[in-house]
């Protein structure tokens, strides 16, 4: 079956500390991988998405098929970061799987 | 231009009654989705519009749940008899045919007592 886990629901790291949050999958074929976040009071928004290999916001992800992970990772967090991250799975269709989300807070 | 609306943003509602949750995604956005958030969980996919047809029902909860949309744009989705499990937010999102990315609206938080 297709899952998508999370394992930590909140995440506190102190400002400038590194990042990472977990994301692991179960998917039999070749899967699109996505974060997605929502600050605090705004909508949930595409972050970034594994087949564009891009840095957003100085997040990356990297999809390792062999351990079937999409960790995000940043260097340095800063206090703007703070809010809930969701990874999800697509299999090329229509149909989304996310995960329960972990709530990032960096203090100060 | 506008992002993806819903309303309302807030529904009350006693056990038993019907209730109607509207979304209005970005003009030109031919893929609709809803999805169901309930407290500790995931986005739960419940279905998807591709114009005014909907290919996979299967992700609605029971036959309370059902779904439509028109003119390929609004979607309202109708929960019958509603039940106290039935509290959640309800998120619709929509995308331009063939993109990945979705455009989320700000969801109805639905209460049901």
């Known amino acids: 079956a297709q899952r998508v886990t999370q394992p930590e629901k909140l995440l506190s790291v102190f400002k400038g500390a590194p990042v990472e949050l977990k994301c692991n999958y179960s998917?039999?074929?070749?899967?699109?991988l996505f974060w997605y976040v929502q600050y605090s009071r705004q909508r949930l928004q595409l972050l970034l998405r594994h087949i564009s290999r891009e840095s957003i916001k100085g997040f990356t992800a990297d999809l390792n098929k062999g351990e079937t992970s999409f960790h995000l990772k940043k260097p340095f967090a800063q206090e703007e970061d703070s809010a809930m991250y969701y990874c999800a799975l697509s299999s090329g269709t229509y149909k989304y799987i996310f995960g329960t989300g972990t709530r990032l807070k960096v203090l100060a | 231009g506008a992002g993806v609306s819903q309303s309302p943003s807030n529904k009350v509602t006693e056990k038993g009654k019907d209730v109607e949750l509207r979304c209005d995604p970005i003009?030109?956005?031919?893929?609709l989705y809803w999805y169901r958030q309930s407290l500790g969980q995931g986005l739960e996919f419940l279905i998807y519009?591709?114009?005014?047809?909907?290919?996979?029902k299967s992700g609605l909860p029971s036959d309370r749940f059902s779904a439509e949309r028109t003119g390929g744009s609004v979607s309202t989705l109708t929960i019958q008899r509603t039940q106290q499990e039935d509290s959640a937010v309800y998120l619709c999102?929509?995308?331009?045919?063939?993109?990945?990315?979705?455009?989320f609206g700000p969801g109805t938080r639905l209460t049901v007592t």
């Open positions: 003009s030109g956005h031919t893929a």
């Open positions: 519009f591709q114009g005014n047809s909907a290919p996979d």
């Open positions: 998917y039999s074929g070749s899967p699109e």
């Open positions: 999102a929509s995308s331009l045919y063939g993109s990945y990315e979705q455009y």
